[in-house]
């Protein structure tokens, strides 16, 4: 179950509100959050039930300001999802945004008194689309009631392996047919600072075998460089965007249906 802990800092008190850089200019103002994924992955997100979104207010110091909020039965689909907060006018806050499946167990997101932060476990089964999620943290200043548009993002790698259309047709008319695949990665980042979007840590990734995604009989259909192909296994690190070669390598395994 998806694991949630976070620090509370905000208090009704008027003194909290010094000790937390507050200053009383004018009132407060309601600020809405229009989330949104970007179209290319947003069906992806669809696909996957992205559904569970975690949200946590900090000031300008990135000092937590109010409790994480953790809303469930999120749509993304179609429109954007909106937050509604009421923020002191004359402030500058931030807010960092986490949404998974809700089904998925492998994220821990820890609303800190400094940040917001997402621990991953690597144990698991290959081929999980519930592990898709996606990120954003976004800062602005209040003057008066206003929208913001935030658009989330996946932290993740997608290693997706596949094979040419022609080359698996080839391969079932021959006899192999591939129903499970594993993949193990040399090493991944396993903690997301969603504030400072950085990625820290490393740990030895091993996806066990799982069947191949697809409709049951034959694996999912992708393109790659305008050419058909077939999902063989698809997986997920979390990945430093400045760093374009993975660790100690991938390996993939395939089993076929008379399990070699």
């Given at each position: 179950?998806?694991?949630?802990?976070?620090?509370?800092?905000?208090?009704?008190?008027?003194?909290?509100?010094?000790d937390l850089?507050?200053?009383?200019?004018?009132?407060?103002?309601?600020?809405?959050?229009?989330?949104?994924?970007?179209?290319?992955?947003?069906?992806?997100?669809e696909?996957?039930?992205?559904?569970?979104?975690?949200?946590?207010?900090?000031?300008?110091?990135?000092?937590?300001?109010?409790?994480?909020?953790?809303?469930?039965?999120?749509?993304?689909?179609?429109?954007?999802?909106?937050?509604?907060?009421?923020?002191?006018?004359?402030?500058?806050?931030?807010?960092a945004?986490?949404?998974?499946?809700s089904?998925?167990d492998?994220?821990?997101?820890?609303?800190?008194?400094?940040?917001?932060?997402?621990?991953?476990?690597?144990?698991?089964?290959?081929?999980?689309?519930?592990?898709?999620?996606?990120?954003?943290?976004?800062?602005?200043?209040?003057?008066?009631?206003?929208?913001?548009d935030?658009?989330?993002?996946r932290?993740?790698?997608?290693?997706?392996?596949?094979?040419?259309?022609?080359?698996?047709?080839?391969?079932?008319?021959?006899?192999?047919?591939?129903?499970?695949?594993?993949?193990?990665?040399?090493?991944?980042?396993?903690?997301?600072?969603?504030?400072?979007?950085?990625?820290?840590?490393?740990?030895?990734?091993?996806?066990?075998?799982?069947?191949?995604?697809?409709?049951?009989?034959?694996?999912?259909?992708?393109?790659?460089?305008?050419?058909n192909?077939?999902?063989?296994?698809?997986?997920?690190?979390?990945?430093?965007?400045?760093?374009?070669?993975?660790?100690g390598?991938?390996?993939?395994?395939?089993?076929?249906?008379?399990?070699?």
């Amino acid at each position: 179950s998806f694991v949630l802990i976070v620090v509370s800092l905000f208090a009704v008190a008027s003194c909290q509100f010094e000790d937390l850089g507050f200053v009383e200019n004018g009132g407060d103002a309601q600020v809405t959050l229009k989330l949104g994924i970007p179209e290319d992955l947003a069906t992806r997100a669809e696909d996957s039930a992205v559904d569970h979104l975690v949200y946590a207010v900090y000031n300008e110091e990135n000092v937590l300001v109010s409790d994480a909020v953790s809303l469930e039965n999120v749509e993304f689909q179609g429109d954007t999802q909106s937050v509604q907060l009421t923020l002191v006018k004359g402030m500058t806050y931030t807010v960092a945004f986490w949404a998974q499946n809700s089904e998925c167990d492998a994220y821990t997101v820890v609303a800190g008194q400094n940040g917001m932060t997402v621990e991953v476990d690597y144990n698991g089964l290959n081929n999980d689309m519930t592990r898709e999620a996606f990120f954003a943290s976004e800062t602005f200043q209040v003057e008066d009631n206003l929208t913001v548009d935030v658009v989330l993002h996946r932290p993740f790698a997608k290693i997706n392996l596949g094979v040419s259309t022609a080359d698996w047709n080839a391969a079932k008319a021959a006899g192999l047919n591939i129903t499970e695949s594993k993949a193990v990665i040399g090493a991944a980042p396993v903690t997301l600072d969603i504030l400072n979007d950085t990625v820290s840590g490393e740990a030895a990734v091993t996806y066990e075998f799982a069947p191949v995604s697809g409709n049951g009989t034959e694996p999912q259909d992708f393109v790659v460089n305008e050419k058909n192909c077939k999902l063989l296994s698809s997986c997920f690190i979390l990945a430093d965007k400045d760093q374009s070669v993975i660790a100690g390598g991938i390996q993939f395994t395939l089993k076929s249906d008379n399990d070699k």
